[in-house]
């Protein structure tokens, strides 16, 4: 049972970084309409950026903020003017067909220019060992699951509670309406593919420990939050947590009681049994939308 216990609480850990992935799907396809298959790439991306500011002696919180920065200009404001915008008047498609070239000319691309090697990456949580009643958990899954739990909820709570998330749900509702109340619809835009980037810099500050800093590990991980947002539902914020949850738990349990070959095929089974029976998604809800 106590094995059990572990594989489940160490399953919600690595589901919460899915989740943050998944947000940044969810949140841009509300706010915009975009599809972002390169999101996997848009977490690989910082953490060779952290590792570049690292490499000229930049501690590691430190590196992780210059990132944000970057990631806000380079995967917000650039990939929004330089891709999105441009593509989104001709429909769905051109933004499914560019995010995958973008999300395989990174991939080769830190290959080409980096290294094809895996590097190892910090943690920023120490690697200690906690008995909590007869279960043996790391330190490094609590604080894991803590911050990025926090940057979901936090998320949430910003998009219903401030003015500025109101605004952005509403350009997300109807952007013709939204214009008429005198909200800044591009503005508004930008500040969800911003959230995103930053996102995505957390993800990797997180992952990136386990997963070693490699040109394709955002593959992997990208193709399992975008299950995670389906399965939890696509058009809610709250959906993306679940279903990383979901994923994540799934994973460590085929791993331990079935194969650990079918650990990778979890995330899919979960997604084609989710679509049969409930298309919209666990948490999601079924609209109607232009594409």
Known sequence: MSDFLLLVFSGIATGSIYALAALGFTLLWQASGTINFAQGEFVMLPAFTMLAFMSFGAPLLLSFALTCVVAVV?????????????????????IVVATIGLSIAASNGVRAGYSAEAYPF???????????????????????????????????AFLART????????????????????????????YTFAINAVLACAAALLVTPTYLAKFD??????????????????????????????????????????????KDAVALILFMAVILFKPQGLLGRKVERKV
């Open 163 to 190: 003015v500025t998330g109101r605004a952005m749900q509403a350009v997300a509702q109807n952007t013709e309406s939204a214009t008429v109340l005198g909200i800044n619809v591009p503005r508004m835009v930008f």
């Open 217 to 262: 590990m955002g593959g992997s991980l990208g193709t399992k939050a975008f299950f995670a947002a389906i399965i939890g539902g696509f058009n809610n914020s709250r959906g993306a947590l679940l279903g990383g949850v979901i994923v994540g738990i799934g994973e460590n349990l085929a791993a331990a009681y079935v194969s650990p070959a079918y």
């Open 74 to 94: 380079v995967l917000g404001w650039a990939f929004k003017r330089g891709i999105a915008d441009p593509l989104l008047r001709f429909g769905l498609m051109p």
């Open 122 to 156: 910090p943690t920023l949580f120490a690697r200690r060992l906690f008995d909590v009643f007869g279960v043996t958990v790391s330190l490094a899954d609590i604080t894991t699951l803590a911050f990025a739990g926090a940057l979901v909820l936090g998320t949430q």
